[in-house]
Protein backbone atom coordinates (compact mmCIF):
# COMPACT_ATOMS: atom_id res chain seq x y z
CA UNK A 1 0.00 0.00 0.00
CA UNK A 2 0.85 3.69 -1.08
CA UNK A 3 1.10 5.55 2.08
CA UNK A 4 0.84 9.85 1.26
CA UNK A 5 3.30 11.91 3.55
CA UNK A 6 0.61 13.29 5.56
CA UNK A 7 3.09 16.65 6.87
CA UNK A 8 3.14 18.37 3.81
CA UNK A 9 4.50 21.80 3.35
CA UNK A 10 2.89 25.24 1.99
CA UNK A 11 5.05 24.25 -0.92
CA UNK A 12 4.22 20.89 -1.40
CA UNK A 13 0.27 21.20 -1.44
CA UNK A 14 0.20 24.22 -3.55
CA UNK A 15 2.08 22.17 -6.34
CA UNK A 16 0.17 19.15 -6.08
CA UNK A 17 -3.11 21.77 -6.15
CA UNK A 18 -1.18 23.23 -9.03
CA UNK A 19 -0.05 19.98 -11.07
CA UNK A 20 -3.59 17.95 -10.32
CA UNK A 21 -5.72 20.63 -11.59
CA UNK A 22 -3.66 20.91 -14.50
CA UNK A 23 -3.94 17.12 -15.04
CA UNK A 24 -7.85 17.26 -14.75
CA UNK A 25 -7.92 20.11 -17.09
CA UNK A 26 -6.26 18.68 -20.22
CA UNK A 27 -8.16 15.31 -19.39
CA UNK A 28 -11.31 17.85 -19.69
CA UNK A 29 -10.50 19.65 -22.30
CA UNK A 30 -8.07 17.40 -24.72
CA UNK A 31 -10.28 14.50 -24.03
CA UNK A 32 -13.38 16.07 -25.32
CA UNK A 33 -11.67 17.41 -28.26
CA UNK A 34 -9.99 14.84 -29.03
CA UNK A 35 -13.67 12.24 -28.55
CA UNK A 36 -15.59 14.54 -30.05
CA UNK A 37 -13.30 14.35 -33.24
CA UNK A 38 -13.50 10.59 -33.43
CA UNK A 39 -9.55 10.66 -33.94
CA UNK A 40 -8.04 7.50 -34.02
CA UNK A 41 -5.85 6.22 -30.81
CA UNK A 42 -7.39 9.19 -28.90
CA UNK A 43 -6.35 6.83 -25.99
CA UNK A 44 -3.36 6.90 -26.21
CA UNK A 45 -2.56 10.14 -27.11
CA UNK A 46 -4.32 11.00 -23.49
CA UNK A 47 -1.66 8.59 -21.60
CA UNK A 48 0.99 10.00 -23.39
CA UNK A 49 0.19 13.11 -22.24
CA UNK A 50 -0.50 12.09 -18.68
CA UNK A 51 2.85 9.85 -18.50
CA UNK A 52 4.59 13.39 -19.13
CA UNK A 53 2.13 15.33 -16.79
CA UNK A 54 3.08 12.36 -14.34
CA UNK A 55 7.26 12.28 -14.76
CA UNK A 56 7.30 16.12 -14.75
CA UNK A 57 5.79 16.37 -11.92
CA UNK A 58 7.51 13.57 -9.73
CA UNK A 59 10.59 15.55 -10.80
CA UNK A 60 9.19 18.54 -9.12
CA UNK A 61 7.17 17.30 -6.07
CA UNK A 62 9.25 14.39 -5.00
CA UNK A 63 7.39 13.22 -1.60
CA UNK A 64 5.76 9.67 -1.17
CA UNK A 65 2.35 9.14 -2.62
CA UNK A 66 2.74 12.86 -4.71
CA UNK A 67 1.36 11.39 -8.19
CA UNK A 68 -1.18 9.01 -6.02
CA UNK A 69 -2.19 12.40 -4.87
CA UNK A 70 -2.34 14.05 -8.43
CA UNK A 71 -4.62 11.12 -9.59
CA UNK A 72 -7.14 11.91 -7.02
CA UNK A 73 -7.05 15.33 -8.02
CA UNK A 74 -7.45 14.95 -11.71
CA UNK A 75 -10.43 11.99 -11.04
CA UNK A 76 -12.35 14.09 -8.40
CA UNK A 77 -11.95 17.33 -10.71
CA UNK A 78 -12.96 15.67 -14.05
CA UNK A 79 -16.01 14.41 -12.29
CA UNK A 80 -17.08 17.50 -10.76
CA UNK A 81 -16.38 19.42 -13.93
CA UNK A 82 -17.59 17.33 -16.60
CA UNK A 83 -20.92 16.15 -14.32
CA UNK A 84 -20.37 12.71 -15.47
CA UNK A 85 -19.01 9.88 -13.87
CA UNK A 86 -17.22 7.52 -16.48
CA UNK A 87 -15.89 4.68 -14.52
CA UNK A 88 -13.24 3.58 -17.85
CA UNK A 89 -11.50 6.99 -17.84
CA UNK A 90 -11.33 7.05 -13.65
CA UNK A 91 -9.85 3.55 -13.29
CA UNK A 92 -6.87 4.35 -15.75
CA UNK A 93 -6.09 7.75 -14.25
CA UNK A 94 -5.98 6.27 -10.44
CA UNK A 95 -4.07 3.46 -11.80
CA UNK A 96 -1.64 5.54 -14.02
CA UNK A 97 -0.82 7.42 -11.35
CA UNK A 98 -0.24 3.88 -8.87
CA UNK A 99 2.05 2.55 -11.80
CA UNK A 100 4.15 5.84 -11.77
CA UNK A 101 4.52 5.83 -8.07
CA UNK A 102 5.47 2.29 -7.31
CA UNK A 103 8.14 2.95 -10.35
CA UNK A 104 9.63 5.97 -8.56
CA UNK A 105 9.61 4.66 -5.01
CA UNK A 106 11.93 1.70 -6.36
CA UNK A 107 13.65 3.06 -9.15
CA UNK A 108 13.97 6.83 -8.12
CA UNK A 109 13.21 10.28 -9.70
CA UNK A 110 16.09 10.51 -12.17
CA UNK A 111 16.63 9.50 -15.73
CA UNK A 112 16.23 6.24 -15.62
CA UNK A 113 13.31 6.14 -13.43
CA UNK A 114 11.76 8.70 -15.46
CA UNK A 115 11.96 6.60 -18.69
CA UNK A 116 10.72 3.38 -16.67
CA UNK A 117 7.84 4.91 -15.43
CA UNK A 118 6.50 6.52 -18.52
CA UNK A 119 7.31 3.25 -20.41
CA UNK A 120 5.15 1.12 -17.68
CA UNK A 121 2.16 3.70 -18.02
CA UNK A 122 1.79 3.51 -21.74
CA UNK A 123 2.30 -0.38 -21.22
CA UNK A 124 -0.82 -0.19 -18.71
CA UNK A 125 -2.53 1.51 -21.63
CA UNK A 126 -2.04 -1.38 -23.99
CA UNK A 127 -2.94 -3.88 -21.25
CA UNK A 128 -6.08 -1.78 -20.57
CA UNK A 129 -7.31 -1.50 -24.23
CA UNK A 130 -6.79 -4.79 -25.03
CA UNK A 131 -8.43 -6.19 -22.52
CA UNK A 132 -11.42 -3.63 -22.45
CA UNK A 133 -11.78 -4.55 -26.49
CA UNK A 134 -11.75 -8.28 -25.45
CA UNK A 135 -14.59 -7.45 -22.40
CA UNK A 136 -16.81 -5.74 -24.42
CA UNK A 137 -16.33 -7.67 -28.15
CA UNK A 138 -14.49 -10.90 -27.30
CA UNK A 139 -11.82 -12.78 -28.72
CA UNK A 140 -13.59 -11.84 -32.55
CA UNK A 141 -12.18 -8.68 -32.33
CA UNK A 142 -8.81 -9.76 -32.94
CA UNK A 143 -10.42 -11.85 -36.45
CA UNK A 144 -12.12 -8.33 -37.76
CA UNK A 145 -8.07 -6.37 -37.16
CA UNK A 146 -6.90 -9.26 -39.16
CA UNK A 147 -9.66 -9.18 -41.70
CA UNK A 148 -9.01 -5.27 -42.00
CA UNK A 149 -4.93 -5.57 -42.03
CA UNK A 150 -5.16 -8.43 -45.04
CA UNK A 151 -7.26 -6.41 -46.60
CA UNK A 152 -4.96 -3.16 -46.46
CA UNK A 153 -1.70 -4.64 -46.75
CA UNK A 154 -0.67 -7.83 -49.25
CA UNK A 155 -0.06 -9.76 -46.18
CA UNK A 156 -0.02 -13.80 -46.72
CA UNK A 157 0.34 -15.54 -43.39
CA UNK A 158 -1.93 -17.78 -41.05
CA UNK A 159 -4.54 -15.59 -38.87
CA UNK A 160 -2.90 -16.48 -35.90
CA UNK A 161 0.47 -15.18 -37.04
CA UNK A 162 -1.15 -12.01 -38.37
CA UNK A 163 -2.62 -11.22 -35.11
CA UNK A 164 0.57 -11.65 -32.91
CA UNK A 165 2.49 -9.21 -35.62
CA UNK A 166 -0.46 -6.49 -34.74
CA UNK A 167 -0.19 -7.04 -30.74
CA UNK A 168 3.64 -6.71 -31.34
CA UNK A 169 3.52 -3.75 -33.21
CA UNK A 170 0.75 -2.05 -31.23
CA UNK A 171 2.84 -3.13 -27.72
CA UNK A 172 5.75 -1.93 -29.45
CA UNK A 173 4.82 1.98 -30.42
CA UNK A 174 3.36 2.56 -26.38
CA UNK A 175 6.60 1.36 -25.33
CA UNK A 176 8.46 3.88 -27.40
CA UNK A 177 6.11 6.82 -26.79
CA UNK A 178 6.43 5.66 -23.45
CA UNK A 179 9.94 5.48 -23.55
CA UNK A 180 9.36 8.90 -24.89
CA UNK A 181 7.06 10.96 -22.62
CA UNK A 182 9.49 9.79 -19.42
CA UNK A 183 12.80 11.60 -21.23
CA UNK A 184 10.58 14.65 -22.08
CA UNK A 185 8.78 14.49 -18.51
CA UNK A 186 12.57 14.21 -16.77
CA UNK A 187 13.68 17.11 -18.98
CA UNK A 188 10.21 19.45 -18.17
CA UNK A 189 10.32 18.50 -14.06
CA UNK A 190 14.13 19.48 -13.38
CA UNK A 191 14.54 22.70 -15.92
CA UNK A 192 10.85 23.54 -14.08
CA UNK A 193 12.63 22.63 -10.71
CA UNK A 194 15.72 24.62 -11.10
CA UNK A 195 13.50 27.57 -11.96
CA UNK A 196 11.52 26.82 -8.89
CA UNK A 197 14.49 26.88 -7.41
CA UNK A 198 16.66 29.84 -8.31
CA UNK A 199 13.38 32.01 -7.56
CA UNK A 200 13.27 31.08 -4.19
CA UNK A 201 16.85 31.74 -3.90
CA UNK A 202 15.96 35.18 -5.16
CA UNK A 203 13.11 35.73 -2.67
Same mark, same amino acid.
Given at each position: M??VK?? !??K??VYQ =? ?5 I???V? /????T ?5 K ?11 AS??LV??K ?13 L ?5 ? =? ?6 I !???I /? ?5 SI ?5 F?F???G ?6 A ?9 L????AQ?F????E???V?ES? /? ?10 I ?5 I????AF?H??L ?6 I??? !?? =?? =? ?5 S???I?
Open positions: IKSN !LNQE =TAVLGSWAFE /ITAGLLHLSVPFRGLMLSVIILTANIINYKGSLVSLGICASLK =TMISGVF !LNP /IAIIIEIAELVIFKNFFGSVLGISVLFYTFHSILIFFGFIFKYL /ISNILPIKTQNSLIYLLFAYILIGGLSGFGFR !LG =TK =TLALINKNEY
